[in-house]
């Protein structure tokens, strides 16, 4: 009971009476049935315009049909093996993992635990979390949609029309998901990503044979009933989630009048999204341009919303708040400057669970370059890198501009990151302070990247429904390249995405003082052990030279065992060499371990870590690396 108090009291300091009493309400109402009254099963059938009407009076949008202005033709064979597996069955989970779901899916089976969920029960009583049943985000990933840009890229490069395979997958969503039944309507920024998806063959297959009369109004019915879902179930993305899937969500209904003006009750709610999306994107973006989710993967992710945002309102003849469009540029600033320009990459860092929510470009999913050129453009029709999406959102007068420049010394202290750029090496360094929920106990990692190259890394995220071993791995200090005090982590974990004992202390400074850059930080952390922590990192880099000092130092641990974790990417074993010693001088022999490292969602690989432990209160590293 008292430690049922305290998890309760963190709750309230961390995440405030708002949230604390909304998830009481949201418990109690699923409790009652109360959803079932608000998202109803078999509700009436809506009808609206006709299809020659909407053809006839198409609303803005990035294209009109299959002429996509100035985009050459490309019989790309990656593209065509990717459609043809589509064709047959074989999806792409993830942006990494193929998995055979055959042609003849009933949209509810997970196809690793081969779980299969209860069509029949309302929505507010599946369960998202559940061993038995797996992470439900195998039984998302197909219901969104996301598969349909390989599908219509794949029709415009080799000139042949995929539209009924395209619309019977609608149609077969549609007839084995009623609406708010199962699990494909249990996550709203799900629905909202499924109906800016369909939207988008729509209007590219807006004048094919096989959208007739019938098909044409089931969709819109279908639209219609999902939009209503969004609607009424946004205070749970805005209060007790406040992250991407707000912004999400938000977008949705603020399109909602711009691409569906026929539907009565799209007014109201695109008036309220647009407000809702301004705050959002205000709150959710720190002022430096750094992301509250501390996750390279979900800012793109929020980039990619922000060029749909921007770009429609833009067709629209609309504008957003001027703080919008500040946040969205500040983004830009910031990820181009994590940015790794030779492979397009950014560090692995924070949560990362595949989502390439629009793939218009056969480039892997972790090249972050296009996405990041699609918003620039959105802002001002400016790119770096020619890219294929940059026709699909319809641009128009652009141009190219010279490589980006990116000074040697970059702090964004809002969020707590520290970048060096030393010609083709990067250093990332994280010293950050929490006001809203963070996603790993991760503070002061070290990323090194050279000509490249990703030599010391993150070790990602794996899934977010897995054994505690893993998560706990993942999402601890052990999975980073930081330091851990007795096995602990930096703060508590708690159930899910929860952690406690949120890092409240943490400064930093980084300069360069005459022919050496100069990282200092400092967090006050692991409370569970004691309540005056602080670890102390240090990190000294000459200019030019592959050399980093790190110097690692404690207060207040006793005679603590602290751990220092080192996870090398093996392909660089042989060009790297980490040596260190304790207080004393001793030199310190380290464990060498074979580990994980995830660089895709729900795919784990062999890995390679250093580990050096002393009682002492200090560690002094050298790095060196040959490349």
Known sequence: MIHKIKLVFNLLKNMGLRYVLFRIYYAISTKLGWQKKAFPINPEFKTFITLEEWKNNLSPFFFYGKDIHKLPKNRDEKLKSTFQKIENGTFTFFSKQELSLGKHYDWITNPITNHKYDISKHWSEIQDISLDAGDIKFVWEKARFSFLYDVIRYDYHFDEDQSQLVFNEIKDFIAKNPINQGPNYKCSQEISLRVLNWTFALYYYKNSENLNETLYQEIMNSIYWQLHH????????????????????????????????????????????????????????????????????????????????????????????????DRAEKSLSFLETCLDPVSGELPNYGSNDGALFFKLTNKDYRNYKSQLDDLRLALGNKYYYKSESQF???????????????????????????????????????????????????????????????????????????????????????????????????????????????????????????????????????????????????VEKPVSKNIWSVTDEFKNTNNFTKNQYWHINPEFLDKITIETTDATGNKLNPLIEEKYFSSYYGVKEKSIRLTFATKTNTFNTEIKIKL
């Open 392 to 538: 699909w959102y319809g641009f128009k007068n652009e141009k190219q501009v010279n490589n980006i420049q990116i000074p040697d010394i970059n702090v964004f202290d809002k969020g707590g990151y520290y970048i060096i750029k030393d010609q083709d090496v990067k250093t990332f360094i994280r010293c950050g302070k929490y006001k809203d929920r963070p996603a790993q106990s991760d503070n002061l990692h070290l990323d090194i990247w050279v000509n490249g190259n990703n030599i010391l890394r993150d070790s990602g995220s794996y899934k977010y429904n897995t054994e505690k071993e893993l998560i706990n791995f993942f999402n601890g200090c052990e999975g980073h390249n930081t330091v851990g005090i007795e096995g602990e982590n930096q703060m508590l974990k708690g159930s899910r995405f929860i952690w406690y004992n949120w890092v409240k202390y943490a400064k930093a400074t980084l300069i360069k003082k005459q022919d050496n850059y100069i990282f200092n930080g400092e967090i006050k952390a692991f409370k569970n052990l004691g309540n005056n922590i602080f670890h102390n990192r240090r």
């Open 230 to 325: 969004v609607y009424n179930n946004i205070h749970f993305s805005r209060i007790a989630v406040r992250n991407n899937h707000a912004i999400t969500e938000t977008l949705m209904l603020y399109l909602s009048a711009k691409l569906f003006p026929f539907m009565a009750d799209t007014k109201k709610w695109s008036i309220k999204g647009k407000k809702w999306f301004e705050q959002e994107v205000e709150y959710q973006i720190y002022k430096d341009g750094t992301f509250l989710q501390y996750s390279m993967n979900y800012h793109r992710v929020t980039v990619q919303l922000l060029t749909w945002a921007i770009q429609l309102s833009k067709l629209n003849n609309e504008k957003f708040k001027p703080v919008v469009y």
